[in-house]
């Protein structure tokens, strides 16, 4: 479900991309035409063929990189106390 998502954002993100940097010259049908397949990838939820190049190797690669940062401690481990001297 996550794949889904994130190639959908990434869709929608490739329509604003293109209808602001054709602003001028995309007539209204093709601006509702690219929305159109917004809408088909929403509503045909269903996995397409892996390929070389996809946004979701990008994401597994954040997302392992998240995932690695979030593990690491905050705060360095406190000395042992075993090893310390005692004072009498």
């Not at 329509?15 to 054709?22: D, L, N």
């Not at 390929?51 to 000395?79: C, E, H, K, M, Y």
Request: charged fraction near 15%; charge should be positive.
């Amino acid at each position: 479900m996550t794949e889904i998502l994130i190639a959908s954002s990434a869709l929608i993100a490739a329509v604003f991309a293109i209808r602001f940097a054709f602003r001028k010259t995309l007539s209204a049908r093709l601006r509702y035409a690219l929305w159109g397949l917004v809408l088909l990838r929403l509503l045909l939820p269903v996995q397409l063929p892996a390929a070389d190049f996809s946004v979701l190797n990008g994401a597994r690669t954040v997302q392992t990189q998240i995932i690695r940062f979030t593990d690491a401690p905050i705060f360095p481990a406190a000395p042992d106390a075993s090893g310390a001297s005692t004072r009498s």
